[in-house]
């Protein structure tokens, strides 16, 4: 990092640091947060005294922090772990990312911080570098990606013995409210303390938080973010929602769960990217040169992003469904995306093209589980969408609106399937680096094999008596 990159980056920290102690000057402790392979928050908390010092020489941090298992477990044969020494490496706040933690007990703020090597270049496992080398090639060509995510949810009976939907009650009778009951404004006004702590939360930390619906099953909801144009800070914002959203439903007697597929029969909960593509001029870059009858209009820039989608779709799904629980809600009976296709104002479809005018011409993803990394997910995409324009690929037939489907599982529907495509890929190496994707089907290999060895309850329940 050059030196007057340094002086930039700490003249705005410290401007950062001073605005939040102006407004809240009691602020005694600061969490210093990274998210790593999984999209989980990890970090440390520092004390008033150090806010200072860390806003002007940064701090060492655990560099195999953002290299371990779900369960916090270091993998054998990935460096900066146990077998040579679990090192430190550089990191640094990110800007524009300290603010007040609304929920905590006495005045406390948080602050995204980012890793970096000794000459100050991002560290390659960072989701965040990760991230941006993905986006490198798109802004080559001077075009940016604009995007919103779309996270989904349930809200968990916190005093439950076992996992449990927090249904609403039928009025006067008590008993829980049966069927989907999808977009029922009632059960949003069942929860709006909740709501309004989310939404007071997001303001608070400037989350964009936009509209909130009542999802295809009981206790499950989705909260949309707005459309920014910058992608990293916009994975920034979504892993600070759910933060967000876990703090107010612990606040309300809940436990918020972000796993793809809590419960067999009900409804996955999936995390699902708009994105749009701008050129140097600031136009829709898929609304130009059209050739289509579809509405609306698009050219064959779309055409061939999606292709390119869908073309590195099975080698993304490891990325897409990241764990063990994110192939239950690959059933194409439940409106989860199984097989690489697209259409127009569809839901049935992996690529959903929403009906918009021109200048807000996007595409939907519509792939990755609420349980998965949103900076990968982004970079997968994004690295779809070059590779497509890049080599003009061909999507094949659209679905039309309105079109029957019958969805067949053309894409890797169980864990250790979607490892081996993924460790076999020729594309993604090439956006998100080649030692990075070695490392995370190797990180992805051991949590399976660990889950896999576990004997559980349904073993005995199907085996014990008839083995």
């Known amino acids: 990092m050059a030196q007057s990159n340094r002086n930039s980056l700490r003249n705005t920290l410290r401007a950062e640091l001073k605005t939040l102690l102006g407004n ?10 990274i998210p790593d392979m999984h999209g989980i928050l990890k970090g440390k908390r520092i004390q008033a005294r150090d806010f200072e010092k860390v806003c002007n020489e940064g701090f060492w941090f655990c560099a195999g922090t953002v290299l371990l298992t779900a369960l916090g477990e270091t993998v054998s044969g990935i460096p900066f772990g146990a077998e040579d020494g679990d090192p430190d ?17 006495k005045p406390m703020a948080q602050a995204l911080f980012r890793m970096t090597t000794a ?3 991002p560290f390659f496992a960072d989701p965040r570098a990760v991230l941006e080398r993905a986006l490198e090639p ?23 013995e076992k996992p449990a939907a927090a249904t609403p009650l ?8 049966p069927g989907a009951q999808v977009y029922h404004p009632d059960d949003l006004w069942e929860i709006e303390p909740f709501i309004n702590d989310v ?10 938080a936009d509209s909130a619906i009542s999802e295809y099953s009981q206790g499950q909801f989705e909260i949309n973010l707005r459309h920014i144009d910058d992608p990293v800070l916009a994975c920034d914002q979504a892993v600070l929602l759910k933060r967000a959203v876990k703090a107010a439903a612990r606040k309300h007697g809940f436990v918020a769960c972000f796993m793809a597929k809590p419960f067999a029969e009900d409804s996955g909960s999936g995390l699902h990217i708009h994105m749009s593509l701008v050129d140097r001029d600031g ?21 061939h992003a999606v292709g390119g989608l869908l073309k590195t779709m099975a080698e993304s799904t490891a990325l897409f469904a990241p764990n063990a629980n994110s192939y239950r809600r690959m059933r194409p009976e439940m409106f989860a995306p199984v097989e690489p296709n697209w259409g127009m104002n569809h839901r049935a479809v992996a690529i959903r093209i929403p009906m918009s005018d021109a200048g807000n011409l996007r595409l939907e993803h519509r792939v990755a589980g609420a349980d998965a990394n949103p900076y990968l997910v982004t970079a997968a995409i994004a690295a779809g969408v070059h590779w497509g324009l890049e080599n003009e690929c061909d999507p094949g037939r659209m679905i039309e609106e309105g079109e029957p489907v019958t969805l067949k599982i053309r894409i890797p529907h169980r864990w250790d399937a979607a490892i081996d495509k993924f460790a076999r890929s020729k594309v993604l190496p090439m956006y998100l680096g080649a030692d990075y994707c070695k490392y995370y089907a190797m ?14 309850a349904l073993d005995f329940e199907w085996y014990l008596r008839n083995a």
């Open 89 to 105: 490496v550089q990191a640094h706040l990110v800007p524009g990312s300290i603010a007040p933690i609304p929920w905590a007990e």
């Open 24 to 33: 809240f000057p009691d602020t005694g402790t600061m969490e210093l947060l």
């Open 283 to 303: 136009c829709n870059y898929y609304s130009q040169g059209k050739d289509s009858m579809a509405s609306p209009p698009f050219s064959p820039r779309l055409r």
């Open 443 to 456: 990180n992805r290999r051991s949590e399976s094999a660990s889950f896999h060895n576990v004997v559980s």
């Open 119 to 121: 000459d100050g270049e």
């Open 138 to 160: 798109l802004r080559k060509l001077s075009i940016q990606i604009v995007m919103a995510t779309e996270l989904e949810f349930y809200l968990l009976d916190a005093n439950s």
């Open 199 to 208: 939404y007071a939360y997001c303001e608070a930390q400037g989350i964009p």
């Open 170 to 177: 039928i009025p006067g009778i008590g008993r829980l409210q």
